[in-house]
Nanobody, 124 residues
Framework: QVQLDESGGGSVQSGGSLRLSCVAS???????MAWFRQVSVKNREAVAS???????TYADFVKGRFTIYQDNDQDTLYLQMNSLNPDATGMYYC???????????????????WGQGTQVTVSS
């Protein structure tokens, strides 16, 4: 099991930017990393994913505004969020899965490991 630790959340005004980070306790070879947002008690919504080869996938509502990337050692995952609006408010989690599937990258059940989350609040 890989321990994930998110940071970088905070409070910003609409139009602002934040960069989230997720540090993995160890590099675990081929894997898929993703960011999710908790939008309700039962609903964790996919934001973006990235495979070890750099292939990234985004939810439609963040395309062109958010960028997911990893450092060269691939032990830190990032999410650069620009042009934030109040709809982006929520707890953001990073997750890890053995691979990124085109049909299941956006399903929380696909991911084996999760961090504790970092809160993002966007005010209008």
């Amino acid at each position: 099991q890989v321990q994930l630790d998110e940071s970088g959340g905070g409070s910003v005004q609409s139009g602002g930017s934040l960069r989230l980070s997720c540090v993995a306790s160890r590099y675990s070879g081929r894997h898929c990393m993703a960011w999710f947002r908790q939008v309700s008690v039962k609903n964790r919504e996919a934001v973006a994913s990235i495979y070890v080869d750099g292939t990234a996938t985004y939810a439609d509502f963040v395309k062109g505004r958010f960028t997911i990337y990893q450092d060269n050692d691939q032990d830190t995952l990032y999410l650069q969020m620009n042009s934030l609006n109040p709809d982006a408010t929520g707890m953001y989690y990073c997750g890890r899965a053995p691979y990124c599937g085109t049909a299941n990258w956006n399903l929380p059940s696909h991911y084996d490991d999760w961090g504790q989350g970092t809160q993002v609040t966007v005010s209008s």
